[in-house]
């Protein structure tokens, strides 16, 4: 069975500087997808950022980004230029590479204060 | 509406009573999960629906939980004979045919709360 594990239950950032969530897996598996979702107040889940396992270059999209390590099986978020906006828990979630149900396993998040 | 929708938002209930809770997903969104998410856990996955059908339903906790989509939209989890353990919030999402793999649009939840 899939694990997630993230060791940082709690963290905090000053507007406009730069912080990193910690996320490691465990899987047997050697193909699969790993994502970030975030999850403000309103409890709704969002997607911010997907890697594909096969893929080495790490994703980006705009101020966010990963640190994807295979053979470490570590996938940190990188967000740069924090904004107020970004205050919410973050999810890190692995799915396996497989036609049929898309069934993401899902760490215990981490809870991001940006600070004015 | 544009997203997915639940309700009710909150439901009080009291141990051994029967509750459903309600998901509209987006229109034309072929599969449809339902997950819990116990206090300070992240969601954990109970069922999925492709059309109809229950695809994968291995997370479903006991025969206590069932789910349905009898038309292919609109899904019921249902809960027989509460338990307090039973606390927590329940997610829907939905995904269109032609997606991106794990990009599942998540509404905002049904708590519940089982006294």
């Known amino acids: 069975a899939q694990t997630v594990t993230q060791s940082q239950p709690e963290m905090s950032v000053q507007e406009a500087e730069t912080v990193t969530l910690s996320c490691t897996y465990d899987?047997?598996?050697?193909?699969?997808?790993l994502f970030w979702y975030k999850q403000p107040p309103s409890r709704q889940m969002i997607l911010v950022i997907r890697q594909e396992a096969y893929k080495q270059q790490n994703a980006t999209e705009n101020r966010f980004s990963v640190n994807f390590q295979k053979a470490a099986k570590s996938f940190s978020l990188k967000i740069s230029d924090s904004q107020l906006g970004d205050t919410a828990m973050y999810f890190c979630?692995?799915?396996?590479?497989?036609?049929?149900?898309?069934?993401?396993?899902f760490g215990k998040g981490t809870k991001l204060t940006v600070n004015p | 509406g544009a997203g997915v929708s639940q309700t009710p938002s909150n439901k009080v209930t009291e141990k051994g009573k029967y509750v459903e809770l309600r998901c509209d997903p987006i229109s034309g969104h072929t599969a449809l999960y339902w997950y819990r998410q116990s206090l300070g856990q992240g969601p954990e996955f109970l069922i999925y629906?492709?059309?109809?059908?229950?695809?994968?339903d291995s997370g479903l906790p006991n025969d206590r939980f069932f789910a349905v989509r009898p038309e292919g939209s609109v899904s019921t989890l249902k809960i027989q004979r509460t338990e307090r353990g039973d606390s927590a919030v329940y997610l829907c999402a939905s995904s269109p045919r032609a997606r991106v793999a794990g990009e599942l649009f998540f509404g905002e939840g049904s708590r519940l709360t089982v006294l």
């Open positions: 629906f492709q059309g109809t059908g229950a695809a994968d």
């Open positions: 899987t047997s598996e050697s193909n699969y997808y």
């Open positions: 979630a692995f799915m396996k590479h497989q036609g049929g149900s898309e069934k993401l396993v």
